[in-house]
């Protein structure tokens, strides 16, 4: 068990890592010239065909149009074959686009210790292997630049990009957690190499920053384990080198500022979170992720200052509402991807219920269960969350029959055992939670639960 909640704690981080590394949002420099421009020779690097391909392809990405993002990216992997960004570019894009099909692109999925459990969602062998593919080609194109030249530092930082993606789509997609932590300790170990080269390569700071990050947020005997093998980090440290990316790196910087929304949540900075979330959410407006996330740490800050400050809390939670309801009427979609339905009222409810209002987060969830092309494992999780909002609403006999349908439906991140375990006893809600539960109906007893009769 100790080793499992281990292997949690730093896939949970080194997700977030890696994260930051599928992008290779690099410095981009110009591949090396031939030595003789002889007739047949390759024509020269053509950077500003290269970069302005990648920044259409990334604002696609970060737009969640993954079919405009891989053309864009295969045409820079027909354009410059010797180039490892095109196989990894589009390595990044399809284990997004894959992330996002399956409602994995919310880090709310990541805290939940069902996900580390899960055995049976196997993922698309078409697109493991497709996957696989594209990271071998672009492993071997930047070792064969690191042959010709060791100090190669675009190539560096591309080895340990793919690395990182690796890592990545290990753990997030396969599940396959040890080889998921090495792939993540070799970017790591290429991006400090990286830096020592160019301490100005501040796109590299990120990966460096994440991991100084994570073992510093160890548990204290990890922590002193994990210093015996010289590994030693600080989230102070890590923190600031994370930031520093977002002012300073030449592409990077929106990757950095995606991380940031994950710890300032993490540390409690709720206001900060939103104002990043918001930032990004106003330059990519297809992006209903941002917004969804913007709304997120609205509700946390509420919950935060609810006792101390309820006019400041009611406010925070009335700007997520509307965000919410917002994406449920489609009104952000702008032309782009339309939120999916079942993914805003989960969330929704999930804010629902962190603001005391269960009765409203039942129906949300409940919703979300119903909702046209709703993702399987997304309605086992709905129905399951509704049952527990039921519980704690005072509608036991509904939720009864909300976790039967829970036990009727694939076993998917541990959801028979909680639906069993709320079939024994109503669902008991969080401090928090209850505190808020009892401030919205003026009532501290709304947040007893009640025996089955």
Sequence with gaps: MIVVKLTRHLSVMLLILVAATSAASAQTAPAPAPAAAAEGAPAAFDQKRFEALRAEGFEALYSLEYEKARLRFKEIARLFPEHPAG???????????????????????????????????????????????????????????LKRDPKDIEALYYLGATEGL???????????????????????????????????????????????????????????????????????????????????????????????????????????????????????????????????????????VRATDPAAAKKSEGEAFAIFESLVRGAEAKGGPRAPLDLVQYTYGEALFVAG????????????????????????????????ALDVAGKREEAVTQYKAVLARPNLYDSHEDAKRGLKEPYKTPRKVADATADSDGDADATKTTQPN
């Design 166 to 304: 690796k890592a990545a789509f290990g753990a997030m997609v396969e599940r396959s957690w040890y080889s998921s932590l090495r792939n993540g300790g070799d970017a790591v170990d290429r991006h400090r190499a990286v830096i020592k080269l160019d301490p100005n390569y501040h796109d590299a700071r990120i990966t460096i920053g994440m991991y100084d990050y994570v073992t510093g947020s160890l548990p204290l005997p990890f922590k002193l384990a994990a210093a015996i093998g010289g590994v030693r980090g600080s989230k102070k440290k890590g923190l600031a080198s994370i930031e520093q990316a977002a002012r300073e790196a030449r592409w990077a910087q929106d990757d950095a500022k995606v991380l940031l929304i994950a710890l300032y949540k993490r540390e409690k900075r709720y206001l900060d979170a939103y104002g990043v979330a918001n930032e990004l959410g106003a330059k990519y407006p297809r992006n209903y992720l941002f917004k969804m996330e913007a709304a997120d740490a609205l509700v946390t800050h509420a919950a935060e």
């Design 87 to 145: 196989p990894q570019f589009l390595a990044a894009g399809l284990w997004l686009k894959t992330l996002n099909e399956s409602r994995r692109l919310q880090a709310s999925l990541y805290n939940t210790e069902g996900f580390y459990k899960e055995k049976d969602d196997k993922p698309d062998a078409k697109m493991v292997a497709e996957f696989r593919e594209l990271t071998r080609q672009a492993k071997a194109l930047s070792e064969a630049r």
């Design 357 to 388: 209002e269960a009765d409203r987060a039942a129906k949300a969830f409940l919703s979300s269960s119903t909702a046209p092309n709703a993702e399987a494992s997304m309605v086992t999780r709905s129905k399951l969350r509704a049952a527990q």
